[in-house]
């Protein structure tokens, strides 16, 4: 039976070390980091990349996916080409992308067709290098609505162009349900957390709501937790059991 794979985003624990990382994944029984390219993973650090290799063959886990801070629109796609080449590295065709410098409702017609033209852009590099681009689900980007990310999604047009998901915050769950079911043929991974407003609180918490997402998703791609409710990589074993119990 198709299960999702567990891991975790480095982002949660800035603070701590590659190694602090990897050793705290693997005693929580996940599988997988999605390792960020803002502090653990830079791009064009080819050193600090080996480390990481070395930890995940030493720890036993892998790399779900690279968790870049490239926004299309925002970035020259020129630079592109080198946080593939990094993904690559770290052993993953997956890239999370941040979509657009603003909120869907900003864009007008014209700006929005030239930022789809962007992104084609962007899915043939994809699609020549045999990666997958995904999106990230959120506010402030063009992906800030299920039907401003289903546009996208149909407008592109690619295998190789395709989504996260995660909760929008401060909206009921039923709003969430929606654009779940909307987007779900497109996603690949999920970034998975539970805030009431702006508060992050433990994923026990959110079980009954998480339960109703995932009947969106087909159990492929990982669950990937993001923030832990106090910031403490302690915390971890504590959120993976529940993240376990999810998958």
Same mark, same amino acid.
């Not at 039907?147 to 909206?171: G, H």
């Given at each position: ?5 567990? !891991? ?20 929580? !029984? ?11 993973? /830079? ?11 070395? @930890?995940?063959?030493?720890? $036993? ?35 999370? @992308? +941040?979509?657009?410098?603003? $909120?869907?409702?900003?864009? #007008? /017609? ?29 506010? $402030? #980007? ?22 996260? +998901?995660? /909760? ?21 991974? @999920?970034?998975?957390?539970? +805030? ?24 492929? !791609? ?6 832990? /409710? ?5 915390? @971890? ?11």
């Amino acid at each position: 039976m198709n299960k999702f794979k567990c !891991g975790v985003c480095s982002i949660s624990f800035r603070a701590n070390s590659v190694r602090e990382v990897a050793q705290a994944v693997s005693e929580a !029984g996940l599988d997988c980091v999605e390792w960020g390219s803002d502090v653990h993973a /830079p791009c064009n650090d080819p050193e600090k990349i080996a480390e990481i290799v070395a @930890l995940q063959e030493e720890y $036993g886990i892998s790399c779900s996916s690279y968790g870049t801070y490239f926004r299309l629109g925002g970035n020259n796609l020129d630079e592109l080409c080198d946080y593939i080449t990094t993904a690559k590295a770290l052993g993953t065709d997956i890239l999370r @992308l +941040w979509c657009g410098t603003k $909120g869907s409702a900003d864009y #007008t /017609p014209e700006e929005k067709q030239d930022f789809f033209e962007e992104c084609k852009k962007a899915a043939a590099i994809a699609e020549a290098e045999d990666v997958r681009l995904c999106m990230e689900c959120h506010n $402030g #980007t063009l992906t800030d609505t299920a039907d401003s990310a289903l546009e996208l999604m149909k407008a592109v047009d690619s295998p190789n162009f395709l989504m996260y +998901w995660q /909760p929008t915050l401060r909206v009921s769950v039923e709003h969430n349900m929606n654009y779940a079911r909307l987007i779900s043929p497109y996603v690949v991974n @999920l970034h998975v957390y539970h +805030w009431v407003n702006s508060e992050k609180r433990p994923l026990e918490e959110g079980k009954a709501d998480w339960l109703q997402y995932l009947t969106c998703f087909e159990p492929k !791609g990982a669950m990937l937790l993001e923030f832990m /409710p106090d910031d403490s990589i302690d915390s @971890l074993k504590r959120e993976a059991q529940t993240l376990l119990g999810l998958a």
